[in-house]
């Protein structure tokens, strides 16, 4: 029931791109948002809205034009994908 | 409009405190977050869920008995009022 979303989802208006992630443990959700933290800083980039407990992570990605979703928010959300699954 | 609250908001069944924290840059954000990190570790009691943008965080503790809020939960959310508080 609490598992993490293959893939991220398009929705609302302006669109925004968004996605749960699920952990196994607090150590892990804190290692992921801690790694969300240092890339968001590196790339100057924030999400939108990050909601989170001790287990899961919603993300929400905004349209940087406020339009529409592209090539930018795409490459966002890869590299949020690939700390999610990264080493640690 | 977007403002600190000024106490926390007792809501819900099951009840929860609610609080809106806002602050005037990411930096500033950033800190409160680490900072309520290293309490929750600290004292092994986390908030049910943090909800965040660049400039806000929104916290809810739920009942540590899963029916009344009391004691304990009012004594975190003032150490939590603390850290948005404190020097930095």
């Known amino acids: ?34 790694a969300l933290a240092a890339l968001a800083e590196e790339i100057g980039q924030h999400p939108q809205n990050i909601n989170f407990g001790t287990t899961y992570v919603n993300i929400t990605l905004e349209a940087q034009d406020g339009k529409t979703i592209g090539a930018p928010e795409h490459a966002f959300a890869t590299r949020i994908d690939a700390l999610a699954s990264g080493p640690g």
Chains 1, 2 share one sequence.
Do not use: V
Not at 26 to 34: A, H, I, K, N, S
């Open 1 to 34: 029931m609490d598992e993490t979303q293959t893939s991220w989802r398009e929705q609302g208006k302006p669109p925004m791109l968004f996605k749960r992630f699920a952990f196994g443990s607090y150590g892990q959700t804190r290692e992921f948002l801690d």
